[in-house]
């Protein structure tokens, strides 16, 4: 199975709002509300930041914010701030009861 | 406090075998399904195989699929992933992570396999 599509990179400034698209298909994204986002700093494992499309964990900032809308699932980050700089990755079961993930999308923080 | 802790990564040649290890505290293990993701050096995260609670059930990428193992020992908190055959493309950190169809709320450190001659 191919990975999900997400952007290479996307970049913002301190306090402005990114969003990072992730396009699957009807077997994925679009099949289930099993869609999850994933922030990763350099040389650290990944963390939790959105799950089952738009539930935040405790702990992670109201400034994350995710949606789906067919087949394509999108993060949201507001009021950007210089610690969001990291890796993004979205995810997604899948029906052949697997998981895939995206690509990852490079943040940066002008 | 959740932790997940990987062991067993270490340099081995092409074709030979390793088993991971991941210590679990902090949670009912017995009542929560896991996963191994791995990420090859400068790429992307990539999901290898997951196991229901009890063990009964298991789940592989197409590309580790007749060449790894994962299992469970409920008794002693731990997950475990057999690795045979290995290639080159194998190199990567190996992470465990709590979860299976939903999210994978917890990870560990990760334990980094190398595949090389």
């Known amino acids: 199975q191919s990975a999900l599509t997400q952007p290479a990179s996307v970049s913002g400034s301190p306090g402005q709002s990114i969003t990072i698209y992730c396009t699957g298909t009807?077997?994925?994204?679009?099949?289930?509300?099993?869609v999850s986002w994933y922030q990763q700093h350099p040389g650290k494992a990944p963390k939790l930041m959105i799950y089952?499309?738009?539930n935040r964990p405790s702990g992670v900032s109201n400034r994350f914010s995710g949606s789906k809308s067919g087949n394509t699932a999108s993060l949201t980050i507001s009021g950007l701030q210089a610690e969001d700089e990291a890796d993004y990755y979205c995810?997604?079961?899948?029906?052949?009861?697997?998981?895939?993930f995206g690509g990852g999308t490079k943040l940066t923080v002008l | 406090e959740v932790q997940l802790l990987e062991s067993g990564g270490g340099l081995v040649q092409p074709g030979g075998s390793l088993r991971l290890s991941c210590a679990a505290s902090g949670f009912t293990f017995s009542s929560n399904a896991m996963t191994w993701v791995r990420q090859a050096p400068g790429q992307g995260l990539q999901w290898i195989s997951s196991?229901?609670?009890?063990?009964?059930?298991?789940y592989y990428a197409d590309s580790v699929k007749g060449r790894f193992t994962v299992s469970r020992e409920n008794s002693k908190n731990t997950l475990y992933l057999q690795m045979i055959s290995l290639r080159v493309e194998d190199t990567a950190v190996y992470y465990c992570a709590k979860g299976r169809v939903g999210a994978l709320d917890y990870w560990g450190q990760g334990t980094l396999v190398s595949v090389s001659s």
């Open positions: 995810s997604s079961y899948t029906s052949r009861s697997t998981r895939l």
């Open positions: 196991i229901g609670a009890s063990g009964d059930a298991t």
């Open positions: 089952d499309v738009t």
């Open positions: 009807s077997s994925d994204i679009g099949g289930y509300d099993y």
